[in-house]
Nanobody, 127 residues
Framework: QVQLVESGGGLVQAGGSLRLSCTVSGRTFSSYIMGWFRQAPGKERDFVGG????????NYADSVKGRFTISRDNAKNTVYLQLNSLKPEDTAIYYC????????????????????WGQGTQVTVSS
């Protein structure tokens, strides 16, 4: 049974930082590209960023480039999302997900490219 468990969310003031973690069990973590998404109330689930299997390649949404950083530790089956310089518009539930197996090593941005999802962790940024 595949499980993804996120942690690290919370309430932070604008300009602050958080570090989210997502631990995966039930599949060979190092074989999967990992993605982070977020969903604000009344809005669609949006791509935040993703990281390749070995961690050498990353892809970020324009809205978070330069502020958020994704990393992974394959020995711990865990992917991280470091959120810096947070803004009120970053408020959302943040989800990690495993990308479906494709022939290439590209990080895809559409939610339909991902098959397993965590339960989400709330990030709230106050102004």
């Amino acid at each position: 049974q595949v499980q993804l468990v996120e942690s690290g969310g919370g309430l932070v003031q604008a300009g602050g930082s958080l570090r989210l973690s997502c631990t995966v069990s039930g599949r060979t973590f190092s074989s999967y590209i990992m993605g982070w998404f977020r969903q604000a109330p009344g809005k669609e689930r949006d791509f935040v960023g993703g990281i390749s299997r070995g961690g050498s390649n990353t892809n970020y949404a324009d809205s978070v480039k330069g502020r958020f950083t994704i990393s992974r530790d394959n020995a711990k089956n865990t992917v991280y999302l470091q959120l810096n310089s947070l803004k009120p518009e970053d408020t959302a539930i943040y989800y990690c997900a495993t990308q479906r197996q494709y022939y290439d090593n590209l990080v895809r941005t559409g939610p339909s490219a991902y098959d397993y999802w965590g339960q989400g962790t709330q990030v709230t940024v106050s102004s």
